[in-house]
Nanobody, 124 residues
Framework: QVQVVESGGGLVQAGGSLRLSCTASGLTVDNYAMGWFRQAPGKEREGVSCLSGSTYYADSVKGRFTISRDNAKNTLYLQMNSLKPEDTAMYYC????????????????????WGQGTQVTVSS
């Protein structure tokens, strides 16, 4: 059974930084894509950043967020700098078997296994 667990959310002032972590366990394949998504109240869940054969960043976070992965630990990170109030959302980590190259893979419909989410709140 695949389990995905996020951590690292919290309350931060605008301009501050947070680092999210995500650990996946129970995977039976060596190749899998991992990604971060977020959902604000009343909005659709959107892809923030995904890592596979290619790296994807949403335009709204380019230059501020950095995704990285420690394969030995099956852990994904999202370093978030220069945070803005509009970054406030529940952040979810997700995993899907396979290697993806097209930027369109960072989509809710592609990813298969999801964590419970970690809340990020940025105050102005």
């Amino acid at each position: 059974q695949v389990q995905v667990v996020e951590s690292g959310g919290g309350l931060v002032q605008a301009g501050g930084s947070l680092r999210l972590s995500c650990t996946a366990s129970g995977l039976t394949v060596d190749n899998y894509a991992m990604g971060w998504f977020r959902q604000a109240p009343g909005k659709e869940r959107e892809g923030v950043s995904c890592l596979s054969g290619s790296t994807y960043y949403a335009d709204s976070v380019k230059g501020r967020f950095t995704i990285s992965r420690d394969n030995a630990k099956n852990t994904l990170y999202l370093q978030m700098n220069s945070l803005k109030p509009e970054d406030t959302a529940m952040y979810y980590c997700a995993v899907v078997p396979g290697t993806y190259y097209s930027g369109h893979y960072c989509s809710r419909s592609i990813f298969q296994y999801w964590g419970q989410g970690t809340q990020v709140t940025v105050s102005s």
